[in-house]
């Protein structure tokens, strides 16, 4: 299996500019997430899906963020107008939800810089 | 709410030292406990994980162990290697859909 993968693995940017983060789960995992990373805040849940459905976006920070999954195999983050602040990297991951805890698979980030 | 507080790192340790990374929770109920490590340049990976108090979960020489009266877990290993250096995540499940909160993360350094 590939495992999760997300593109692009870098991001460069201009404030103001339309930013769109793109994720494909591993096949069969129903349970897709998406986390920010930076050194002030650590690791944050943004929003997740279960079954192609939003369960949670409180974690997204403001309306400039948005998030759709409309299959089972893809994903997209979009920033929209993007700022400074949102410079992190973003990590997808998936999992199967079944009774019991299954493990999250995570893709390998994507690096977004905004200037 | 559900919380993850970890030491602040940076640790910086010689190669065969011992190493403890503390990881204390908040949280309703009991939550299922997890370490995950970040290698440089990658995605997050479990490393071990325990669901219910008393249990050590262990993985490639890491051991933690749940204790309830604490609310603990804090991750060990009695000999680090080089290839060890990585951040360190202590994490809970939150809810269904095996929801993940994850502590700030303590990024271990080994030196030869």
């Known amino acids: 299996d590939a495992g999760v993968i997300q593109s692009p693995r870098h991001e460069v940017t201009e404030m103001g500019q339309e930013v769109t983060l793109r994720c494909k789960p591993i096949s069969g995992h129903n349970s897709l997430f998406w986390y920010r990373q930076t050194m002030m805040r650590g690791l944050e849940l943004l929003i997740y899906?279960?079954?192609?459905?939003?369960?949670?976006d409180s974690g997204m920070p403001e309306d400039r963020f948005s998030a759709k999954m409309p299959n089972a195999s893809f994903s997209t983050l979009k920033i929209q107008p993007s700022e400074p602040r949102d410079s992190a990297v973003y990590f997808c991951a998936s999992s199967v939800d079944r009774e019991g805890y299954e493990k999250l698979f995570f893709g390998s980030g994507t690096q977004l810089s905004v200037l | 709410g559900n919380s993850v507080t970890q030491m602040e790192g940076p640790v910086t340790l010689s190669e065969e030292a011992f190493l403890t990374i503390n990881c204390t929770y908040t949280?309703?109920?009991?939550?299922?406990l997890f370490w995950y490590v970040q290698y440089p340049g990658e995605g997050l990976q479990l490393l071990l994980k325990?669901?219910?108090?008393?249990d050590k979960g262990s993985n490639k020489g890491f051991e933690a162990t749940y204790r309830k009266e604490t609310t603990s877990f804090h991750l060990e290993k009695g000999s680090v290697q080089v290839s060890d250096s990585a951040v360190y995540f202590c994490?809970?499940?939150?809810?269904?859909?095996?929801?993940?909160?994850f502590g700030a993360g303590t990024r271990l350094a080994v030196h030869p």
């Open positions: 994490a809970l499940i939150s809810g269904g859909y095996n929801k993940l909160i």
């Open positions: 325990a669901t219910k108090a008393d």
């Open positions: 949280a309703t109920g009991y939550p299922s």
């Open positions: 899906f279960n079954n192609n459905v939003p369960i949670d």
